[in-house]
């Protein structure tokens, strides 16, 4: 396994290198940086676009770049490019079906010491919610790199959410095939199956370990393309004799709840149970794991949670 | 610059706002739908962009590649260009007919699905962002056509305005010039009594834009003040046009319960004697 690495590096690393060959792709940031937009703010200049913390303005401003024929990348923290411009992307962005990438970094519960203001536990279910609106949601750098090409080649309506810290890389390569499945079956097993996407992907595997070592055969599924959501993912799930899911959102209309609507319409329900946030959660201060042992959705838990689904599915 | 846009001079400028006026009042009366004092308030300033000389729009090609973009950013007013666009033959113009109705290509809200309609609108905020990032892609492609952008007074309300004029100033787009139907009306009453805006002037002037403010009913205020346009030494220009919203219709104008009222019998008949004279001179 690789050293840990940013998604966002990855991801402007590839956009970079595409901007190079295309003049008309422009990228836009809220006043948010990385180590790879140095140098495509130094190196291309008429093709980056300060937009301040504006981030309104700024999707407005996309919107008009579009319009006018530029492919656009608008880059900010999560928090500030969905749940703040929800109105532009939904007024101006989805009414219009443009083709603009909005690459949020710290989804979920990214900015851990942040807390309330920078969480986003809404964002899945407020952008599958969009008209239009692909999601993506890159489990570690090979899968966001992957995604930076389907942005720089297919425009289109995308929302991409980056984890905010280094992530080990579980791929050694993404390929197009692989996102246009939308998911990847990380670890076959019988019994149950773990789906998760994002930075929880790495503690489904981490519980994946502990469940074999007692003998268990459990399954892990990241899902990485979130919307549309894989037609054949229902059909795979119904072979596990149980499903958990875990995500970093409040599961009204969450990560989950896709997983769960698309197997019950398939009619490959299987006992099914979903960990995530609850309505009324509440902040401490502390890291990523503390804030997951709070709210029930840390690596123990979601192996209690296997192991209580396999006691009663027997 | 080999454009034909549809000069008129200034008598015909004239009888266009009556022509207008009486199109759009009979267009939402017989559909019973449309925010007709807002559209009454710029009809004066559409008809300087489309038929005084100032934008730049061929009769026939609503796509021309030169064209100059014109938003109406105050959505519920955009259906005001819809005579207009049918005059530039962008569509037939049995589609005002069908204003509204299921199944025409014309809605109560712009739609950028129309022949000549830019942008999507109809909420509030978003146009002068919009032509903010139409300039840049036209300042990139070496391209020198200009984005109008028409916002209300009550529209100056949203943050994301304000967010817009730091920006454009910023960059130095010239070629983006905002005109603020300034006809001191919102749908509860009048702003400066529900929610002050103050001296719009300085607070665009204060924000790096070149500014105008004019009487925005007369040819020659307007005209004049469109005449800067690409003057401003590299400054946004924002065009304050001080107007009456409901202008022409008496029992309509000044007053903001007619916002989305539609007039009964005899007050159409009212209406259609009002507009059966020009409130407008040269």
Sequence with gaps: ?314 | MGFQSKKSNLSDLVQRSQWMRRTLFEMVVKHGAGCLPSCLSMVEVLISLYYGGVANVVAGEPRHAKRDRILISKGHAAMAQYPILADYGFFPKAELERFSEPGGLLGIYADFRVPGIEGISGSLGHGIGMGAGICLAARADGQDHRSFVVVGDGECYEGSIWESAMFAAHHRLENLVVVVDRNQLCILGRTEELLSLGSLEDKWRSFGWDVASVDGHSYKALLGAFDRVGHTDGKPYVIISNSVKGKGISFMEGNAEWHNKIPNEQQIARAREDLSVNCISV
């Design chain 1, 1 to 314: 396994m690789s050293s840990p690495s940013l998604m966002r590096d990855a991801f402007i690393d590839y956009i970079y290198e595409a901007a190079q060959k295309n003049r008309n792709l422009i990228f836009l940031s809220a006043d948010f940086g990385a180590k790879a937009l140095d140098r495509f703010r130094q190196d291309l200049p008429g093709q980056f676009i300060h937009a301040g913390i504006s981030e309104q303005n700024m999707v407005d401003v996309g919107a008009g770049l579009a319009i006018a024929g530029k492919q656009v990348v608008l880059y900010a923290m999560a928090p500030f490019i969905v749940p703040r411009c929800y109105e532009q992307i939904k007024a101006v962005l989805c009414a219009m079906n443009l083709p603009i990438a909005l690459v949020g970094v710290g989804a979920g519960l990214g900015y851990d010491h942040a807390t309330l203001t920078h969480f986003t536990p809404e964002d899945i279910a407020a952008t599958k919610a969009l008209n239009h609106m692909e999601v993506w949601s890159p489990a570690d750098s090979p899968t966001a790199l992957a995604i930076a090409h389907l942005v720089a080649e297919q425009p289109a309506l995308r929302y991409v959410r980056l984890e905010r810290q280094p992530m080990p890389a579980i791929y050694p390569e993404v390929t197009r095939d692989d996102l246009n499945r939308g998911y990847n079956h990380l670890c076959q097993g019988r019994d149950i199956c773990i789906v998760a996407c994002g930075y929880l992907v790495h503690k489904a595997l981490k519980v994946q370990r502990m469940l074999a070592a007692e003998g268990l055969s459990v399954g892990v599924v990241d899902v990485y393309g979130i919307k549309p959501l894989s037609a054949d993912l229902a059909g795979l799930l119904g072979g596990y004799g149980a499903v958990v899911t875990v995500e970093e959102q409040l599961l009204e209309g969450g990560f989950g709840s896709g997983i769960l609507e698309s197997m019950a319409e398939a009619g490959k329900l299987r006992p099914f149970k979903r960990l995530g946030l609850r309505n009324g959660f509440d902040v401490s201060n502390g890291d990523r794991d503390v804030l997951h042992a709070k709210y029930g959705i840390d690596t123990p838990d979601i192996a209690a949670a296997a192991r209580s689904m396999l006691q009663t599915v027997g």
